[in-house]
C-alpha cells in the first residue's frame, strides 16, 4: 500500500514536467525552429529552486499559499486516479468529487494570491481563471456522469475501469468520443493552453493564468510550474486512460502504454498551439457553452 | 452497419450545433454542404448497395453537398455579406434551445410508436433534431441567406427520415422534394440579387415592410 | 424536557431584565448574555438527552383555547435545526456584547437584546411545537421579533422599507399556513401534527397542502421567486442578528417542509421534481444575484438564497427518491439537505459576524471602500477566509461534506435503471455550477475586502475586532472545520433523522454503505491542512528577509490603489455573461476621444422580482385603484344613495332566492 503509493507519487513527479518540454519542441519544430532541449523544464525547476526571492511590499501570507496549495492539490488529486491500467492507491465510492473539488480550491488560492498583489493586471486574470473555470466545471461533471452511468461506480478507479474497451464497441462509443473531445477542452482551459489561453504571450492584457503568477519569484515560482505541469499530467492522465483504455496485465506494458499516450497528448497539444491563434476572449465561452452543451448531449445519448 | 449509421448521425447532430453557433455565413454553409454530403451517405449504409438506394445517394450527393452549396456561396459573394450580424436572439441563447429542442426529440422519440428496428438506432431522433435545427434558424435569423440554410437543415431533417421510409416511398417523392428545395433556393437566389440591388440590405425584416 | 423547557424560558426572558435597568448601564447585556448561554447550554443538554437514547422527548398539558395543546415534541429532526440555533444565538449574544454595546446604543441596544432572545425562544418552540395551533404561534413570535430585529435602526429609511417588505411578506406566508393547516385538520382530524408517513391523502387536496406549504414555507425560507423581502432585511439589521436571521430563522422554512413532506404516506413525483426546480433556479439565480452586489452584506444575503437552493435541492431529490421507492436517494438527499441545513448555519454565520467586524472597523458596507484589511485585520480575516472555503463548498470544510452527498444522490439517480428519479441527476452540474459561480464570488469577496492595498481612507485605519467579537467567530470556524476534518461524528444525527423522516427504520441503511467513505475523506482533509499549513510555513521561512518591492506594474511607474480591480470589474465578466437572468444597469464608463475627460461609472442590478416585478406592479395596482376611489367616492349624495339602494337590493335577492 505505502509502496504503490510513493511509487504512485514518483511516476507523477518524476515524469511531469517532461510534458511542457515536449509541447515546447512540438511548437518549435512547426516554426521550423530548434527548440529547447526536451529536459528545460527540469533545469528550470532546478535554477529557480535555487533562486532568492523579491516579494511585493503589499503582500500578505496568503500571497505564498497560492503556489504550496497549486503544487499539494495535484498530488492530493493523483492518488485517486489510475494511472492507465496501473490501479490509484486509494480508492473509494464518491472520490470523483473530491478529485474535482480539490483543483477548486486551488483555482480559489491561486485567484487569490492573484488579488493579494493589489495589480490591476493580475485582478484581471484571476476575473478571467474563475469565470472560465465556472463554464468548464459544468462540462467536467457532464462527462463524470456520462462515465458513472457507463461504469456503474462512484470511484475514478471504476468510472476508468477495465469495462472502457467494451463500451467503445458498444453502443456507447460516440457519447465516449463525444466526451473525449469535451474533456480535451476542459484540459486545454485548464491548462491554460492555446486557443483558450497563450502561455507565450508578451501582452499582460491577454493572458489569463500567467497573468496571475507575474509578481512569484524563486522557488515560489518554481512551485507554480511544477504545480501547473503536475495538474497537466493528472487531467491528462483522465484522457489517455479514456482514448486507450487497454489493459495488458503486465504492470510494465501498462506503464508503457499510459506514459506513451501522455507524450502522444502533450504531440497533439503542442500541435494545437501550433495550428490554432488564440480564440477571441468574447468568445472564450460561447465555446465553453457549446461544450457543455455537447456533453449534455453525450448524457442524453447513454441514458435513452 | 449500425455503427457507421451512428457516427455519421452523430456528426450531422453535431453540425446543427455548429451552424446554431456560428455567426460566419461561409462556414454555416460548408457545415451544411458537408451535412448533406454525410446524410447522402445514408440510403446506401441502411439499406445496403442498390440501384434504387445508389440513385438516391448520388442524387442527394450532387445537389445538397455540391450545387446548393455552391449556389449560396456564390450569392454571398454577390452581395458581399460574411456574417449573421443581429440574430434576433443571440447565438448561445440560440444554441441553448438548440440543444434543448434535441433532447426533446430524443425524449420524443422514445414515446413514438415504431417499428422496433427503428427504436434502437438514432435514425429517428436525429431527423426530429435536425427539423428542429431547421425551424430555429429559420425562426432567429434575419438574413435571406440563413434562412436558406434554415431550409436545407430542414430539409436534411425530412430527408433523414425519408430514408426510413424510402424502400417503401417512391424515388418520385424525394425526387420531388429535392427539386422543390432546388427551385426554392434559384427563386431566392435571383430574388435577394434583386433585393439587394434595388434596396441595398437582405434583411427580411425590412422586405416586410413591402407589403403595403 | 425540564432542560429543554428551561432552556426555552432562559432563551425568551433574556431580554427582560435589561428592560428595567439604565440606559446607559453595561450590568444588563452581561446578564442577557449569560441568560443566552444559560438557556444555550440547556436547550443542548435535552438535544443531547434526545440524540443519546434516540427517544423523542414529549410534553404533553392542556391548553384553554380550543383544539390547542401544549403538546411539544423534540426528535432528531428538530434536533438538526435546533443544533445550529443554539450556537449561532449564544455566539451571536457575545459578539452583541462588542459589537452593539449598551454605551454606544442607548436607544435600540436594550430592545435588540429583547428580541434577540424573543427570537432564539420562537425558533425553538416552533421547532418543538407537535400543535398546528402552537406552531402558528411560534411562527408569529418569530415573525415579528424577526422584523424588530431588522428595524433596529429605525431612523434609516432603508431599515424601514426592508422591514415593511418582510412584514407583509412573512405575513402573506402565514395566511397560507392558516389555510395549509385548517386542510391538514380537515384530512387529520385533529390540530395534533400526524405522524410520519400516517396521512394518506392524495389527489386535489394533498396537492393543495403541499403547494401552500410550498408558498408559505418558502416565502420565508427564501426560495425564488419568493425571496424578495431577504436581501433588504439581511442588510438592515445587524450583523449578529442578521447571522440568526439567515443561518437560523429562514431554515424554519425549510423545517416547515420537510416535517410537512414526512406525514404524508405517498408522494407524488411532481413534489420532488417542482421543489429541485425551484431549488436549481433559486441557487443559480442567488449566487449571479450575488455576485452582481457590491454592498457586503446584501451579497451575504442573496447567498442565503443560493444555499436555501441547494437544500431544497435536495429536498427535491429525496422526495423524488420516495415517489420511485429508491431508498439510497432518500437518504443522501436529506441527509445533504439536512447537513446542509447545519453547515449553512454556521458558515453563512460566521461571515456575517466577521462582515460585521468589517463594518465595525470601516464604516461602510460598500465593497469597493475596503482592501488590504487582512493587514490590519488579520485574526478577521482569517476567519473570513475560512468562511469563504467552507461557503464555496471546498474542503477540508463542512461545505463540501453536504455537497458530497448531494453529489453522490444525483450520481446515484443517474444509474438508476428503467423509469425512476433521472431528474435527479440535473442536480449535478447544477451544483458544479452554482458552486463555481460561488468560487468566484467568494474569491472576489475575500480578495476585494482582505488582499491589495487599502482603497479608501477608513480603510487604512481599520482596527482588529476585540476579543469578544473574535471568540464567536472563532467558535464558528472550530464548529466548520470539525464538520469537514471529522464528518464520521454527524453520521449518527443524520441516520435517525432520515429514519424519522422517511418513517421507517431500515431507511436509514441506504445511508450506512455511502458514506462508509467518510473516513477516507476525513484523512485526506488532515493530509491536505497539514499539508498546507507545512508548505506555507516553509515557504515564509524560506522567504523570510527576502527583498521586498513594488508590485509589478507592466511597466507603468505610477500604480495607485485605485488601479486595483475592483468588486465590480472582477465580477464583470461573469455579470455580462448572465445578463440575460440579471438585467443590471449600467451608466457611463464610455471614453471618448484621445484624451477623455474623467468619466464616470456605475453598475447596479437590482432585484429581479421585487424591484422589476413586484413593484412596478403593485404601483399600477395603487394607481388603479385611486382611480376606481375617485370614480366611487365622488362625492355625489344622489350617488350615495343609489350605492345604498343596490346594496339593499342585492341583499333582498339573496334572502330570496337563496
Given at each position: 500500500?505505502i509502496a ?40 528550470d ?40 491500467a496501473?490501479s ?39 476575473a ?30 471504476t ?26 477542452v ?11 489561453d ?23 515560482f ?12 493528472v487531467l491528462?492522465s483522465l ?45 472564450v465561452?460561447q465555446?465553453?457553452i ?13 441514458l435513452? | ?29 460548408r ?27 448520388l ?13 449560396l ?41 415504431l ?9 429517428v ?15 432567429t ?31 418520385v ?6 427539386l ?33 | 424536557?425540564?432542560?429543554?423547557v ?25 446578564l ?27 410534553l ?31 455566539s ?75 412584514l ?20 387529520a ?63 424554519t ?26 431549488g ?42 420516495r415517489s ?46 475596503y ?17 469563504a ?30 423509469p ?37 481612507e477608513a ?41 424519522l ?19 477516507w475523506?476525513?484523512?485526506l ?22 527583498a ?11 500604480p ?6 475592483s468588486?465590480?470589474?472582477f ?60 370614480l ?14 343596490l ?12
Open positions: 500500500m504503490h503509493l510513493l511509487l504512485h507519487l514518483l511516476v507523477l513527479l518524476l515524469f511531469a514536467p517532461l510534458l511542457p518540454g515536449v509541447i515546447a519542441r512540438t511548437k518549435a519544430r512547426f516554426a521550423g525552429r530548434q527548440g529547447p532541449p526536451l529536459l528545460q523544464p527540469y533545469y525547476l532546478l535554477r529557480l529552486w535555487r533562486k532568492g526571492f523579491v516579494l511585493s511590499r503589499t503582500t500578505t501570507w496568503v500571497f505564498s499559499a497560492g503556489p504550496v496549495v497549486g503544487l499539494v492539490v495535484p498530488l492530493l488529486a493523483a492518488l485517486l486516479l489510475p494511472f492507465g496501473l490509484a492507491p486509494l480508492s473509494f465510492e464518491g472520490d470523483l468529487i473530491l478529485f474535482v473539488y480539490l483543483f477548486a480550491l486551488a483555482r480559489f488560492f491561486t485567484a487569490a494570491a492573484a488579488l493579494d498583489t493589489g495589480s490591476s493586471f493580475e485582478g484581471m486574470g484571476a478571467r481563471e474563475v469565470t472560465f473555470s465556472c463554464l468548464a466545471e459544468p462540462t467536467l461533471m457532464f462527462a463524470l456522469l456520462v462515465l458513472a452511468k457507463l461504469s456503474g461506480g462512484l470511484s475514478l478507479q468510472l476508468f475501469g477495465a469495462h472502457l474497451p467494451a463500451a467503445w464497441g458498444s453502443g456507447a462509443g460516440p457519447a465516449l468520443g463525444l466526451i473525449l473531445v469535451c474533456l480535451f476542459v484540459l486545454l482551459v485548464e491548462n491554460s493552453r492555446i486557443p483558450f497563450d502561455p507565450n504571450t508578451h501582452l499582460e492584457l491577454t493572458m489569463i493564468h500567467e497573468v496571475m503568477v507575474l509578481d512569484h519569484s524563486g522557488p515560489a518554481g512551485m507554480i510550474l511544477y504545480g501547473a505541469a503536475l495538474k497537466l499530467m491528462g484522457l489517455v486512460r479514456l482514448a486507450l483504455p487497454w489493459n495488458s496485465g503486465f504492470w510494465l506494458f501498462d506503464l508503457l502504454i499510459y506514459l506513451g499516450g501522455l507524450l502522444l497528448l502533450a504531440v497533439l497539444i503542442g500541435v494545437v498551439e501550433s495550428v490554432m491563434a488564440r480564440l477571441r476572449l468574447v468568445r465561452p465555446v465553453l457549446g461544450t457543455s452543451l455537447v456533453s449534455v448531449f453525450a448524457l442524453v445519448l447513454v435513452r | 452497419m449500425s455503427d457507421v449509421n451512428s457516427v455519421i448521425l452523430l456528426v450531422v447532430i453535431l453540425l446543427n450545433f455548429f451552424t446554431l453557433g456560428s455567426a460566419r455565413l461561409v462556414a454555416c454553409i457545415a451544411v454542404a458537408l451535412q448533406g454530403a454525410l446524410l447522402a451517405l445514408l440510403p446506401v449504409t441502411v439499406h445496403g448497395f442498390s440501384g434504387h438506394s445508389l440513385i438516391l445517394a442524387g442527394a450527393f450532387t445537389l445538397k453537398g455540391l450545387f446548393i452549396p455552391w449556389l456561396l456564390r450569392a454571398i459573394r454577390e452581395v458581399r455579406i460574411r456574417r449573421e450580424m443581429e440574430p434576433l436572439i443571440g447565438l448561445v441563447p440560440t444554441l441553448f434551445l438548440g440543444v434543448l429542442a434535441t433532447v426533446a426529440a430524443f425524449l420524443f422519440a422514445d414515446r413514438l410508436p417499428l422496433l428496428e427503428h427504436q434502437e438506432g438514432l435514425l431522433p436525429a431527423s426530429l433534431a435536425t427539423m428542429l435545427t431547421g425551424f430555429l434558424l429559420l425562426m435569423r434575419r438574413k435571406a441567406i440563413t434562412q436558406v440554410v434554415g431550409y436545407l437543415i430542414l430539409e436534411n431533417g425530412i430527408f433523414v427520415f425519408g430514408v426510413l421510409l424510402s424502400t417503401a416511398m417512391p424515388l417523392v424525394e425526387a420531388g422534394v429535392l422543390d428545395l432546388l427551385v426554392a433556393v434559384f427563386v431566392m437566389g435571383i430574388v435577394l440579387n434583386q433585393i439587394n440591388r434595388e434596396f441595398a440590405t437582405i434583411n427580411t425584416e425590412r422586405l416586410s415592410a413591402l407589403k403595403e | 424536557m425540564g432542560w429543554f428551561a432552556g426555552l424560558l432562559l432563551l425568551g426572558f433574556s431580554g427582560v431584565p435589561g428592560l428595567f435597568a439604565a440606559r446607559a448601564g453595561g450590568g444588563a447585556e452581561k442577557a448574555c449569560l441568560l443566552v448561554w444559560a438557556g444555550a447550554a440547556c436547550g443542548t443538554l435535552a438535544v443531547w438527552e434526545v440524540l443519546k437514547h434516540g427517544v423523542p422527548l414529549v404533553d398539558l392542556p391548553w384553554a383555547i380550543p383544539g390547542g395543546a401544549l403538546a411539544l415534541r423534540v426528535d432528531a429532526l428538530a434536533a438538526v435545526f435546533l443544533l445550529p440555533l443554539f450556537l449561532v444565538a449564544a451571536g449574544a457575545l459578539y452583541g456584547l462588542a459589537y452593539w454595546p449598551q454605551r454606544a446604543h442607548p436607544g435600540n441596544g436594550r430592545r435588540l437584546r429583547l428580541f434577540f432572545g424573543l427570537i432564539s425562544a420562537g425558533v425553538m418552540l416552533l421547532l418543538s411545537a407537535a400543535n398546528s395551533l402552537l406552531f402558528l404561534l411560534a411562527w408569529e413570535f418569530m415573525a415579528l421579533s424577526g422584523f424588530f430585529l431588522i428595524t433596529t435602526e429605525e431612523h434609516q429609511s432603508e431599515a424601514r422599507e426592508a422591514g415593511f417588505i418582510y407583509v411578506a412573512t405575513h402573506t406566508g402565514t395566511l397560507a399556513l392558516f389555510a395549509l393547516f385548517a386542510l391538514l385538520e380537515q384530512a382530524g385533529s390540530l395534533l401534527f400526524p405522524g410520519a408517513g400516517a396521512l394518506t391523502l392524495k389527489g386535489a387536496e394533498a396537492a393543495a397542502i403541499f403547494l401552500l406549504g410550498l408558498f408559505g414555507f418558502g416565502l420565508k425560507a427564501g426560495l425564488v421567486p419568493l425571496h424578495i423581502w431577504l436581501p433588504g432585511a439581511h442588510a438592515a439589521a445587524p450583523s449578529h442578528a442578521s447571522a440568526l436571521l439567515s443561518g437560523v430563522m429562514i431554515k422554512g425549510i423545517y416547515g417542509l420537510t416535517r410537512l413532506t414526512s406525514f404524508f404516506a405517498e408522494i407524488p413525483p411532481w413534489w420532488g421534481a417542482t421543489l429541485l426546480a425551484l436549481i433556479l433559486s441557487g443559480i439565480l442567488g449566487v449571479a444575484l450575488a455576485l452582481a452586489q457590491h454592498d457586503l452584506k446584501r451579497l451575504l444575503a442573496y447567498h442565503s438564497v443560493e444555499n436555501i437552493g441547494i437544500i431544497a435541492l435536495s429536498l427535491g431529490m429525496a422526495l423524488l427518491g420511485y421507492g429508491v431508498e439510497a436517494l432518500v437518504a443522501l438527499g436529506l441527509a445533504g439537505a439536512l447537513l446542509h441545513v447545519v453547515n449553512h448555519g454556521l458558515f453563512k454565520s460566521l461571515l456575517f459576524l466577521s462582515a460585521g467586524a468589517v463594518i465595525h472597523a470601516t464604516g461602510t458596507r460598500e465593497l469597493d471602500h482592501g488590504g484589511l487582512l493587514k490590519s485585520q488579520p485574526w478577521t480575516g482569517a476567519l473570513f477566509l475560512g468562511g472555503v467552507a461557503i464555496s463548498g471546498l474542503p477540508p470544510f463542512n461545505g463540501f461534506i453536504s455537497e458530497w452527498l448531494l453529489y453522490l444522490g444525483a450520481f446515484g439517480a443517474a444509474q438508476t435503471e428503467g425512476g428519479p433521472t431528474a435527479a441527476l440535473l442536480a449535478a452540474p447544477a451544483l458544479a455550477l452554482i458552486g463555481g459561480l460561488a468560487l468566484a464570488c467568494f474569491v472576489k469577496v475575500f480578495g476585494v475586502t482582505f488582499l491589495g492595498a487599502p482603497r479608501s480603510a487604512h485605519h481599520a482596527h482588529e475586532a476585540p476579543f469578544l467579537m473574535r471568540a464567536p467567530m472563532i467558535a464558528l470556524l472550530l464548529a466548520c472545520a470539525w464538520i469537514g476534518l471529522l464528518p464520521q461524528t454527524l453520521v449518527p444525527l443524520l441516520e435517525q433523522a432520515v429514519a423522516w422517511s418513517a421507517a427504520p431500515e431507511a436509514s441503511a441506504g445511508l450506512s454503505a455511502p458514506l462508509a467513505p467518510l473516513g475523506i476525513s484523512a482533509a488532515w493530509v491536505l491542512l497539514l499539508a498546507l499549513a507545512l508548505g506555507v510555513w516553509w515557504l515564509r521561512r524560506r522567504a523570510r528577509g527576502a521586498r518591492a513594488e508590485t509589478w506594474g507592466c511597466g507603468y511607474a505610477l495607485s490603489a485605485r488601479m486595483q480591480y468588486a465590480s470589474s465580477a464583470d465578466f461573469l455579470v455580462r455573461l448572465l445578463r440575460f437572468g440579471l438585467w443590471s444597469e449600467r451608466h457611463g464608463g464610455a471614453a471618448r476621444g484621445l484624451f477623455p475627460e474623467p468619466g464616470q461609472f456605475a453598475s447596479h442590478t437590482p432585484d429581479l422580482v421585487l424591484d422589476r416585478g413586484l413593484r412596478p406592479a403593485f404601483c399600477g395596482l395603487a394607481w388603479l385603484f385611486r382611480r376606481l376611489r375617485a366611487i367616492q365622488n362625492g355625489l349624495s344622489a350617488c350615495y344613495l343609489l350605492y345604498v339602494a346594496t339593499l337590493i342585492v341583499l333582498l335577492l339573496l334572502g330570496g332566492f337563496f
